[in-house]
């Protein structure tokens, strides 16, 4: 898959004042409505993506690593939307990015890419540390996604363009953030109780945020939850990334969590990150 937009490949090399306002640029060019080619009630994850189907994407042929097929197969076939993964693992000072790609929940295409991070984490910046081994690993596919679930914030963000905003607009893909951790943003209401399956809470812009105040940016996500005792799950933090919007993201991320608090493309990428990163680390 292709970069659509070279002028946003992340640039480790730019001052912080810079990428600051590459964000800024990049938020700009964002959409955080829906745009998406397929039809979000038609993603899910109603197939059963086992460890199974990455062992039959292995390849045993002569120069061929089972990381992506050959040709241009768009994997459309059948129609299903074709939903990607992207997580990240690190070695050292390597960023281990990982793209899966699932149809139906079912994994037809894993592609990844390790290449050194040239900065340190700094909070609202993480793209341009992580940015391009992304961009590097959906080059690798040969399939081309309808969707990615990216995972990182999106319009949760100081500038409103996290990671999956900063990839999305890049490839000019429909993207969702979903991170774990709160980075920015006032939760409208306290997420301190416990939340039941299927809640969720809207997440608003503050003065810490670029977008006016109160504008949704983004939701809580309580994609599953304990019942009966005293153990409880915490919420995902769902935005959009590009092309779509607050609300679909949120749907976008309960429809694919199949019954675990991540999403299932996430799930499996974070999986399939530590496999090559044991892989890298030999």
């Not at 004042?17 to 590459?22: F, G, K, R, V």
């Not at 900065?119 to 910046?125: A, D, E, F, H």
């Not at 080059?139 to 990216?150: F, H």
Request: contains cysteine; charged residues 25%; hydrophobic residues 40%.
């Amino acid at each position: 898959m292709d970069v659509a937009r070279p002028e946003f490949v992340p640039d480790p090399a730019l001052s912080r004042e810079a990428m600051a306002d590459c964000q800024r640029d990049i938020a700009d060019a964002a959409t955080f409505a829906d745009d998406l080619a397929v039809d979000p009630a038609t993603v899910g994850v109603s197939g059963d993506a086992r460890q199974a189907t990455f062992d039959a994407l292995d390849r045993t042929s002569a120069g061929d690593d089972g990381d992506s097929d050959d040709g241009d197969w768009d994997g459309r076939e059948t129609g299903a939307p074709l939903v990607a993964g992207v997580d990240q693992a690190f070695v050292g000072d390597s960023a281990v990015s990982v793209v899966i790609v699932l149809r139906d929940g079912e994994v037809v295409e894993r592609a990844h890419a390790v290449e050194r991070t040239e900065i340190p984490y700094v909070p609202g910046l993480l793209s341009f540390r992580e940015g391009g081994a992304i961009l590097s690993a959906f080059g690798e596919l040969s399939s081309v996604p309808d969707l990615a679930i990216v995972d990182g914030s999106g319009r949760i963000h100081f500038r409103e363009a996290g990671l999956a905003t900063h990839v999305g607009v890049a490839l000019d893909l429909p993207t969702v953030g979903v991170a774990k951790r709160l980075l920015c943003g006032t939760p409208r209401e306290s997420l301190d109780g416990k939340l039941p399956a299927g809640a969720r809470v809207a997440i608003e812009a503050d003065a810490d945020v670029t977008a006016p105040d109160g504008t949704v940016i983004g939701y809580a996500v309580q994609t599953r939850q304990f019942e009966g005792d005293d153990r409880y799950v915490n919420p995902v933090y769902v935005s959009p990334g590009h092309r779509v919007g607050a609300d679909t993201a949120a749907d976008l991320a309960e429809r694919t969590a199949a019954g675990y608090k991540l999403p299932e493309p996430t799930r499996l990428a974070d999986a399939y990150a530590d496999e090559v990163k044991a892989d890298v680390s030999e």
